[in-house]
Each structure stands twice: as structure tokens, then as C-alpha cells.
């Protein structure tokens, strides 16, 4: 399984200098079978766009996995050309809470925004997902919700089969190094671990009630559930390139290798 981080960025985009090594697009991450093209992307933030690039302007055929409806996972939907073509064919999936359609028409109609789903070309449907064991795009995907705020959030396990990864964009810690149920289920036994790390310990002291976790439960959540790698993903909008490179180079050497997403980078699983 190949993980293309279209973007790696969590709440809101970063432009700018000290940005441009890790990337300022906000999270989505495109899954691909060896040797194929994506046909299956867990969440559309503003890095959806960079999907288009890496498909040669060709129309997608495939799904979106959204885990939660948060802004950062949802605005790329309308500058997503190679799902607005002749061609395409997008099927978005949120977690299961009511009319799928109408609710994300909330983040996407007027007055919020000019573009709606249906106005989008190619072949478009909108629907809900539940808990459990799913094959999606021939992937075996497992949902389960996870704590994050205010939003119905799932963390996702991938698998071909062969490799598996789990993905936990947006999670809320309880505790340092108290991991739930639901993370431990996702990530135990994968062989990748792509995971929420907006905070460091000390940032997350001033920081605790706004839905998310430290690098070090990152980290520590896979080495709880025998994972070899963890991807820190959702880098805050402040963390600035010398920031990341520095986290990096602080956890080397632990049982768990451990490395930050790349926008535009490939992650072989
Ligand atoms: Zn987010
Ligand atoms: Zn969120």
C-alpha cells in the first residue's frame, strides 16, 4: 500500500517560508494498491487539490473517506478537478449522522460557499458510514469512533490484504499514555500508525480541551500496540519546518520509528 500525504496540516493551511518543507495543505491522505492509482482518500482538506496534480488531470474514480466534517477535512471538496470533470466519479462517505447530503450542505452552499456538491461534474454521491468492517475500493477499511470534539469522528485500519496501516487524524487524548479501546483496536498490529500529534506535552497543557494529542501519546499508542512506525500527522498551523525536523530528531533512537508527514510525499506501508 502506497499513502500519498496530499496534506499533513491540522486546522487550518499554513503558507508561507517556514512552511514549505512539511507543506501547508490541510489533511488528506490518497491510498493506492502497488503499482495503481488512488482510488481511495481518507479525508479532503485543501490537499485534495494536490490529488488532481498527481493523477495527470485525469477524472477520479473512487471514494472519500471523510472522518469528521471539521473545515480542515472538507475544503478541498470544491477545488477537487479531477472530481469535476467529465469522468469522474466520487463517492463521499461521512460518519453516519442523519440525511448525509444536507448535512454536508452545511459546509457546502451558499452563503458559506458559492459551490454545491451537486454542482460539481462527473458522478457524485453522498452517503454515510457506519462503525465496523467495510470493503471499500477493495481495501478491508475498519471505522470506529474516536474521541475527538464535537463532531462524530472515525479513526480508520486499512488493509490490502497484505500491509496495514491505521489513521487517526483528528484524535482527543483522555490521558497521556492512557490509550481507548477504539485507538488500540485500530492500531494494534499495523504496520504503520498515522496519527494526530498537533501538540507537545508542554503545548498541551495550556491546549488540553481542544480535541486533540501530544506527539508523545502519538508515539506512545504505537509502541502500546506493537507498531513499528508512526507517521505524526495534523502538525499544528505554528509548528514551522525547523520545529518538525527538531521532534523528529528528539524521538530517534526509541523502539517505534518515528517520522513527520511530508506533503507530497509517498509513504510505502
Ligand atoms: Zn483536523
Ligand atoms: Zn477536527
Given amino acids: 500500500v502506497n499513502l500519498l500525504i496530499c496534506g499533513a496540516r491540522g486546522s487550518t493551511p499554513s503558507p508561507g517560508a517556514e512552511f514549505v518543507r512539511y507543506g501547508g495543505h490541510t489533511a488528506c491522505v490518497a491510498v493506492a494498491r502497488d503499482?495503481?492509482?488512488?482510488?481511495?482518500?481518507?479525508?479532503?482538506?485543501?490537499?485534495?487539490?494536490?490529488?488532481?496534480?498527481?493523477?495527470?488531470?485525469r477524472p477520479f474514480r473512487g471514494t472519500i473517506l471523510i472522518g469528521h466534517l471539521h473545515w480542515d477535512h472538507t475544503q478541498g471538496l470544491p477545488f477537487f478537478r479531477s472530481g469535476d470533470m467529465p469522468g469522474?466519479?466520487?463517492r463521499v462517505l461521512i460518519p453516519e449522522q442523519g440525511d448525509a447530503s444536507a448535512v454536508l450542505a452545511r459546509v457546502m452552499s451558499p452563503p458559506?460557499?458559492?459551490?454545491r456538491c451537486e454542482d460539481l461534474r462527473g458522478a457524485?454521491?453522498?452517503?454515510s458510514l457506519d462503525e465496523g468492517e467495510h470493503d471499500i475500493e477493495g481495501f478491508g477499511?475498519?471505522?470506529?469512533?474516536?474521541?475527538?470534539?464535537?463532531?462524530?469522528t472515525f479513526g480508520f485500519r486499512v488493509t490490502d490484504g497484505a500491509r496495514t496501516f491505521a489513521y487517526l487524524s483528528d484524535h482527543w487524548q483522555t490521558a497521556l499514555g492512557v490509550y481507548d479501546d477504539a485507538a488500540r483496536a485500530l492500531a494494534t498490529g499495523a504496520d504503520l500508525l498515522v496519527h494526530d500529534a498537533q501538540y507537545t506535552v508542554e503545548e498541551f497543557a495550556e491546549r488540553a480541551d481542544f480535541g486533540h494529542s501530544t506527539?508523545?501519546?502519538?508515539?506512545?499508542?504505537?509502541?502500546?500496540?506493537?507498531?513499528?512506525r508512526v507517521l505524526l500527522f495534523h502538525h499544528d498551523p505554528d509548528r514551522t519546518d525547523d520545529d518538525l525536523?527538531?521532534?523528529?530528531?528528539?524521538?530517534?533512537?526509541?523502539?517505534v520509528e518515528v517520522s513527520a508527514a511530508v506533503e507530497g510525499s509517498i509513504v510505502e506501508v
Avoid at 477499511?141 to 462524530?152: M, N, W
Fill in 35 to 57: 503499482g495503481e492509482e488512488p482510488h481511495l482518500v481518507l479525508d479532503a482538506g485543501t490537499g485534495l487539490r494536490r490529488l488532481t496534480r498527481a493523477l495527470d488531470d
Fill in 88 to 90: 469522474a466519479s466520487v
Fill in 112 to 115: 458559506h460557499f458559492p459551490v
Fill in 124 to 127: 457524485w454521491s453522498i452517503g
Fill in 141 to 152: 477499511v475498519v471505522a470506529r469512533d474516536i474521541h475527538h470534539k464535537l463532531s462524530r
Fill in 215 to 228: 506527539i508523545e501519546h502519538a508515539i506512545g499508542l504505537a509502541e502500546a500496540c506493537g507498531v513499528p
Fill in 245 to 255: 525536523d527538531a521532534i523528529v530528531d528528539k524521538c530517534a533512537g526509541g523502539p
